[in-house]
């Protein structure tokens, strides 16, 4: 079967770092995004990691590790609009870019 | 530059009806994706459509079907609605073969 894993629920202060972790099981790999929902919005790309490593975009960064199945999505300067749920999802497939989501991480900035 | 658009907000139905979603891909975007996302669960993959052909289709009953037009727009068909189909249906485009995708804000449809 096919399968992500990441911790449903995870809190934190304001101003604090914070790292969401993600580990999959997929008949197929071709990277790991990572999508910020806030309540009843759209799912919006917060990165995309193809290769092994660190990927930093302002105050985001995302790591992946193949060999692992493993990735994290890290949180600095976390701020009360931070406030949101986080998916990991790996594309499945190279020409269609089928993305498989895991369940979601909702994460609470506290003041 | 208008992002992915999809109509109607919301919809109320019955047990048994049939319904029909729209999506707008975003400008200069030719796949659209469509997913259910359940209360509380990550988005699943429905089918994605290219080229007005549906290109890969995820765990989905035939009840569920789709049709892309030369514009690129989007329908969701599903017909023989149950209650476990209550969910928001997310549209998602992209261009070509883009790891990003652009995601509407989605239809909330409730069976009753």
């Known amino acids: 079967g096919q399968s992500l894993e990441q911790p449903s629920e995870v809190t934190a202060v304001e101003g604090a770092i914070v790292q969401i972790n993600c580990t999959y099981q997929t008949s197929g790999f071709y990277g790991l995004s990572w999508y910020q929902q806030h309540d009843g919005g759209a799912p919006t790309f917060l990165s995309y990691n193809a290769l092994d490593g660190l990927e930093e975009t302002g105050r985001f960064s995302s790591f992946l590790s193949r060999s692992d199945s493993y990735g994290y999505l890290l949180l600095q300067e976390l701020q009360m609009k931070d406030s949101a749920s986080y998916f990991c999802a790996v594309r499945g497939s190279s020409n269609t870019g089928k993305l498989i989501f895991g369940q979601g991480t909702t994460l609470q900035v506290k003041p | 530059d208008a992002g992915v658009t999809q109509s109607p907000t919301h919809l109320i139905k019955t047990r048994g009806q049939q319904v029909t979603l729209r999506c707008s891909p975003k400008s200069g975007h030719d796949t659209v994706s469509w997913y259910q996302q359940a209360l509380g669960q990550g988005p699943q993959f429905i089918f994605q459509y290219y080229e007005e052909e549906e290109r890969q289709r995820g765990n989905f009953p035939d009840r569920f079907s789709g049709h892309q037009f030369p514009n690129y727009s989007s329908e969701l068909n599903v017909n023989a609605l149950l209650l476990g189909d209550s969910a928001l249906y997310l549209c998602?485009?992209?261009?070509?073969?883009?790891?990003?995708?652009?995601f509407g804000p989605g239809t909330r449809l409730t069976v009753t």
């Open positions: 998602a485009s992209t261009r070509a073969l883009s790891y990003e995708q652009y």
